[in-house]
């Protein structure tokens, strides 16, 4: 990049510019530097923010006896009913527990409630865990799985599975869930449909791999129909030897169109009977070769103006956020410690540190929320003014202070662009807590009503 360019951009976020009017209010702020300290500030309103606009507060607090319903804790992924009826007014959240289950935040009323838990505790065989995804689907549902698999070498597991609430809006006594068992088995975390409606997601290991699905029914109005048949495929890069490599890929398929496992694909059989493909397994076999990272976790996708879309893929072990192009199917590296920092202008360093959640903002701005205590993990602004993925800097946005906590979760309002939700999660007062961080509402003419529609900006 042009020096120029990243001086540039540096210093809109540095001096909050008006070059940013017509967008979202999140983007006005001081990137912070150094570190909040470990319980500095109340749990109620954990966060350090980096701009006095920003307010904060406590929407959903652990019920930590569990008295009035049902709750686990370790609030992880969150996203809304963003379609159908009352779209927009419902917060979803997944129990990352022994015992999973999966939340209802009323966001008219304030009301949390338990819709689904799992009818026991691991390791019995009709135990549900470590729920960490949380997705809305094209046909109005909601998608969560089980950040948990077993090793090639171990005893295979009952979990990895992909569960669809498929009447999310329901009374928690009406709720149905559906495992979904076309997906190979896999540590689930991030889910991300493009807009042909393909489901992309991960395998949260060292050395795993990205995966796509592609259903045989792309326009189905139900799950029963989306994962009736498909095709499951995984990312290599090159010839897929290289570890987190860059550069041309392409999508090596695992099932034929039907969902069928591929000769020579690893099969295995859980405790309950059930058979399925081991999804870290397969990738590693020379046909079948996937292109490994570091604890690939979440997944998002963004939109540019021009319809292409790029999918971006945080890895925790080694610091890095990568791109793919999902028009030429290109790997690129988004953001790692090299990526300048907006408060110095210097490398970011060891600053930042274990990238775990992602999110987008109204305007097509990535954050990026790192895997640490609090008290040293913050949440990142990225800026990527070309949207050629490759990131120009990252700031610190907001920091938290809970002892034992780490943030989760952090979702942005698909329907007010000033509102955010993020989830601490398993602090050591066992308190997990749900915060809203609002913003002033961004200033728009008419014009920029019209141009501004959720999308990003594609300038190359």
């Known amino acids: 990049m042009m020096l120029k360019k990243l001086s540039l951009a540096i210093g809109l976020v540095l001096a909050g510019s008006s070059a940013f009017a017509a967008g979202t209010s999140f983007e006005h702020f001081t990137p912070m530097s150094g570190d909040v300290g470990a319980g500095t500030l109340p749990e109620s309103a954990p966060y350090k923010l980096s701009s006095p606009h920003f307010s904060q507060m406590t929407i959903v607090a652990r019920d930590v006896s569990q008295a009035n319903r049902f709750d686990s804790g370790n609030y992880d992924m969150q996203t809304a009913n963003e379609t159908g009826p009352d779209a927009g007014r419902f917060l979803f959240a997944p129990y990352e527990t022994g015992q999973a289950g999966i939340q209802r935040t009323d966001l008219r009323t304030m009301q949390t409630e338990t819709i689904w838990h799992s009818p026991a505790a691991s390791p019995a065989l009709d135990s549900h865990r470590s729920f960490d995804a949380s997705r809305w689907t094209p046909w109005g549902s909601l998608l969560t799985a089980e950040e948990s698999w077993s090793d090639p070498a171990g005893p295979t597991s009952i979990y990895g599975r992909l569960f669809e609430v498929t009447n999310p809006l329901a009374a928690p006594a009406d709720i149905v869930i559906k495992h979904r068992d076309i997906l190979p088995r896999v540590s689930h975390e991030g889910l991300a449909f493009d807009k042909k409606n393909n489901l992309y997601f991960i395998d949260e290991r060292n050395g795993s791999h990205i995966f796509r699905f592609t259903s045989a029914n792309p326009k189905a109005s139900n799950g029963d129909d989306f994962f009736a048949a498909g095709q499951t495929f995984v990312l290599r890069v090159g010839d897929g030897t290289v570890k987190e490599a860059t550069g041309a890929a392409r999508w090596i398929p695992l099932t034929d169109s039907n969902g069928v496992a591929l000769p020579g694909a690893v099969v295995v059989t859980d405790p309950n009977?059930?058979?399925?493909?081991?999804?870290?397994?397969?990738?590693?076999?020379?046909?079948?070769?996937?292109?490994?990272?570091?604890?690939?976790?979440?997944?998002?996708?963004?939109?540019?103006?021009?319809?292409?879309?790029?999918?971006?893929?945080?890895?925790?072990?080694?610091?890095?956020?990568?791109?793919?192009?999902?028009?030429?199917?290109?790997?690129?590296?988004?953001?790692?410690?090299?990526?300048?920092?907006?408060?110095?202008?210097?490398?970011?360093?060891?600053?930042?540190?274990?990238?775990?959640?992602?999110?987008?903002?109204?305007?097509?701005?990535?954050?990026?929320?790192?895997?640490?205590?609090?008290?040293?993990?913050?949440?990142?602004?990225?800026?990527?003014?070309?949207?050629?993925?490759?990131?120009?800097?990252?700031?610190?946005?907001?920091?938290?202070?809970?002892?034992?906590?780490?943030?989760?979760?952090?979702?942005?309002?698909?329907?007010?662009?000033?509102?955010?939700?993020?989830?601490?999660?398993?602090?050591?007062?066992?308190?997990?807590?749900?915060?809203?961080?609002?913003?002033?509402?961004?200033?728009?003419?008419?014009?920029?009503?019209?141009?501004?529609?959720?999308?990003?900006?594609?300038?190359?």
Not at 327 to 352: E, H, I, N, Q, Y
């Open 273 to 460: 009977g059930l058979r399925a493909i081991d999804g870290r397994a397969t990738p590693k076999l020379p046909a079948f070769l996937g292109t490994g990272f570091d604890r690939p976790e979440d997944l998002e996708i963004k939109t540019l103006k021009n319809g292409k879309q790029m999918l971006f893929v945080a890895t925790t072990t080694n610091h890095k956020v990568f791109s793919i192009d999902l028009r030429s199917d290109t790997v690129k590296l988004f953001v790692s410690r090299d990526t300048p920092d907006m408060a110095t202008g210097l490398p970011v360093g060891g600053a930042f540190t274990n990238p775990d959640n992602l999110a987008i903002d109204s305007e097509g701005n990535m954050y990026v929320v790192e895997d640490q205590p609090g008290g040293i993990e913050d949440i990142w602004f990225v800026k990527d003014e070309n949207n050629d993925g490759v990131a120009e800097a990252m700031g610190k946005w907001v920091s938290l202070s809970t002892v034992g906590a780490e943030s989760t979760g952090l979702y942005f309002d698909t329907f007010k662009p000033n509102v955010a939700y993020v989830n601490v999660q398993h602090p050591g007062s066992g308190v997990d807590r749900t915060i809203m961080i609002s913003a002033p509402c961004p200033k728009k003419d008419k014009h920029d009503r019209d141009e501004d529609r959720h999308e990003g900006h594609d300038k190359d």
